[in-house]
T-cell receptor, first 114, second 115 residues
Framework: EADIYQTPRYLVIGTGKKITLECSQT?????MYWYQQDPGMELHLIHY???????EKGDLSSESTVSRIRTEHFPLTLESARPSHTSQYLC?????????????FGPGTRLTVL | AQSVTQLGSHVSVSEGALVLLRCNYS??????LFWYVQYPNQGLQLLLK??????LVKGINGFEAEFKKSETSFHLTKPSAHMSDAAEYFC?????????????FGKGTKLSVIP
């Protein structure tokens, strides 16, 4: 079944730890996105990729980094987590030829940094 | 540049009552418009989308929305609210031109349904 997966779903870690949030999709989509979502707030785009070896920063400045080595995989890394990174992170993708820019979303990772 | 304004961060309706969630947009190009729903601790699920084919768009779970260019609005409605409709709803806009692959989201409206 075609889908978009995020792991872990919940993560509680201490300050200074390095973490990687995983996002994978089985739909063969070329465009992928990372959003940061705080409670009661809109989604803010922090990174996007339009294909392998292509990554760009989004509208919201973020200390995280991303990579796109394989079409299906778009991991997000925080080298040194801080309490200000506490948030929900959502991954999304759009298919080539899907039209209309409809984005499919993963279930999200809720990150808490102590 | 694009923007989305959702009027009312929190809307409460009685079960069986009309649901109306408001969305106004601004876009420098003909827009594509979307409504997404988010249940607690989950990602966003597409409810419906406007892609210039028809101004009245029907979506899943009995929701529909009407595109009104003169009012730059795309309000979401459902004739009769159900308890399962309690969730957060996001309106989003993208451009319709080539390369317009990013969505701009509103701040969301949390819908509560009172039994």
């Amino acid at each position: 079944e075609a889908d978009i997966y995020q792991t872990p779903r919940y993560l509680v870690i201490g300050t200074g730890k390095k973490i990687t949030l995983e996002c994978s999709q089985t739909m063969g989509h070329d465009k992928m996105y990372w959003y940061q979502q705080d409670p009661g707030m809109e989604l803010h785009l922090i990174h996007y990729s339009y294909g392998v070896n292509s990554t760009e920063k989004g509208d919201l400045s973020s200390e995280s980094t991303v990579s796109r080595i394989r079409t299906e995989h778009f991991p997000l890394t925080l080298e040194s987590a801080r309490p200000s990174h506490t948030s929900q992170y959502l991954c999304a993708s759009i298919g080539l030829g899907a039209g209309y820019n409809e984005q499919f979303f993963g279930p999200g990772t809720r990150l808490t940094v102590l | 540049a694009q923007s989305v304004t959702q009027l009312g961060s929190h809307v409460s309706v009685s079960e069986g009552a009309l649901v109306l969630l408001r969305c106004n947009y601004s876009s420098s190009v003909p827009p594509y418009l979307f409504w997404y729903v988010q249940y607690p601790n989950q990602g966003l699920q597409l409810l419906l989308k406007y892609t210039s084919a028809a101004t009245l768009v029907k979506g899943i779970n009995g929701f529909e929305a009407e595109f009104k260019k003169s009012e730059t609005s795309f309000h979401l409605t459902k004739p009769s609210a159900h308890m399962s409709d309690a969730a957060e709803y996001f309106c989003a806009v993208s451009g319709s031109g080539a390369g317009s692959y990013q969505l701009t989201f509103g701040k969301g409206t949390k819908l509560s349904v009172i039994p």
